[in-house]
């Protein structure tokens, strides 16, 4: 039989080792130290009640250490914010923001798929926007001469003194721009010495105001110049053209792009190299694939032909034959007898339309484009239009081009040293 003691004994022990258990439990269960700043059963415990300006300053202390260690967490995400440019710099492309010499400048700039040398409107640019870089107020700022090895990777090059000077054509209009070097700033990536052009002169209207950013494959893109530190992977998601904020996003590396994607091969064609090209085997619209011949899509690098995807270009074009077949059977599928043409567009409504959806098949994977990114409206909303067009009638030069309004909303991601391109819907308007 037992006694009394026994029981009393046996009962502290019982309820010691249930609430060693229970300190246990809620320890292990979590790694954040809140719950001992309360626990009674906590080793934390301050000898002493802790007064309520000593406890709002130790939370707001273990609150900065959390920061800091989530922070830890993404210091290899490098997430550029992306908008339209529509309303914020008057241009149809989509701009990031970089930070250019020391002290750092706010430029807004065009991202370019198609394009590798980065330029910048510089103080006395004739012909530029009134948002220039003051190159005079950085001292991080050089020229480089014409004997540096970047002066041989520019288009036509020319020595002025001292000076690299290069000139091309962008669109409808004319650069020209000394070749030179300064830190820039994506995110929270310095890049020391960057090799970009410092514009001079420009001529027409299509240049973008800001500068632009070139994302290509060439030798001195953003990816080529920083090859070591992103390993020539980015993604990026653009979001509607009518956005005013800054809800897109370019992620440049390896680190936190996504697991779940489809891909196609990207392709490389010699006599475009700093185009990403990928293989369009065909297009369906609905549930029909349409007639077009496999030889007018075919990637060719004798003749440079073949699909590429570029941030630049507005709206889709299509080689002529592939245009007509996507285009009628739209039509067919509208069902709308009037049908009229709004400058380019030549599939435009003047009634409310209900558009089947376009599916883009590549090899490996198929991208189906809901009405959102395929169909334009005017202003007003009395006229829809078929946001694609037919490519120029040049056979040297003929391309299928996807182009950013097909892209809006998607998770797209260049991953050049495995040769891929992923697709991947995601809502960033």
């Known amino acids: 039989m037992k006694t009394p003691l026994f029981s009393l004994v046996f009962l502290f022990f019982s309820l010691a080792q249930g609430l060693q258990l229970k300190c246990d439990t809620q320890d292990h ?4 130290e809140v719950f001992h700043i309360y626990s009674p059963c906590s080793p934390f415990k301050p000898s002493k009640p802790l007064s309520w300006e000593e406890d709002v300053l130790q939370t707001q202390a ?45 430029m807004l700039m065009a991202m370019d798929t198609s394009n590798d040398a980065a330029w910048i409107p ?26 540096a090895g970047q002066c041989k990777q520019v288009p036509n090059p020319t020595c002025d003194g001292s000076a690299c000077i290069f000139n091309m054509t962008y669109g409808g209009s004319s650069i020209a721009a000394n070749l030179s070097q300064d830190t820039i700033t994506l995110a929270t990536d310095p890049v020391p010495s960057y090799t970009f052009g410092c514009l001079q002169k ?30 020539f992977t980015f993604s990026y998601c653009l979001p509607s053209f009518r956005s005013l904020n800054f809800s897109g996003s370019l992620r440049l590396g390896p680190v936190g792009q996504p697991l779940r994607i489809k891909y196609t091969p990207l392709l490389k064609n010699p006599k475009r190299p700093s185009l990403y090209f990928v293989n369009l085997i065909g297009i369906r619209v609905g549930r029909k694939i349409v007639d077009i011949p ?7 690098p004798t003749t440079g032909s073949g699909t590429i995807i570029d941030s630049g270009t507005v709206f889709t074009r299509l080689v002529a034959t592939a245009y007509v077949a996507v285009r009628d059977e739209f039509r067919r599928r509208v069902r709308v007898t009037n049908v009229t043409s709004l ?33 334009i409206h005017s202003t007003a909303g009395s006229i829809t239009c078929l946001a694609m067009a037919s490519a120029p009638e040049n056979v040297n030069s003929v391309l299928n081009v996807i182009a950013n309004m097909q892209q809006q909303n998607h998770r797209v991601l260049f991953d050049v040293p495995n040769s891929r391109l992923g697709v991947a819907r995601e809502l960033c308007t």
């Open 122 to 147: 510089c103080s006395g640019c004739l012909g530029c926007s009134s948002s220039v870089f003051d190159n005079a107020k950085s001292t991080t700022f050089k020229t480089l001469g014409c004997q």
């Open 29 to 32: 269960g979590s790694n954040l």
């Open 62 to 106: 273990k609150d900065q250490a959390r920061l800091q260690y989530l922070s830890s967490l993404v210091a290899k995400k490098s997430v550029v914010p992306i908008a339209s440019g529509r309303q914020i710099v008057q241009s149809p492309t989509y701009i990031v923001r970089a930070k250019i010499g020391t002290p750092p400048q706010t």
């Open 202 to 231: 420009t001529t027409g209207n299509s240049v973008p105001p800001q500068g632009l950013l070139g994302l290509g494959r060439g030798p001195l893109s953003l990816l080529s110049q920083t090859q070591n530190v992103y390993q």
């Open 294 to 300: 496999p030889s007018d899509l075919a990637f060719n």
């Open 343 to 375: 400058g380019g567009f030549d599939t435009c409504y003047t009634v409310p339309i209900v558009a089947p959806t376009i599916t883009f098949m590549f090899a490996g994977m198929n991208v189906t484009l809901p009405q959102d990114n395929l169909l």
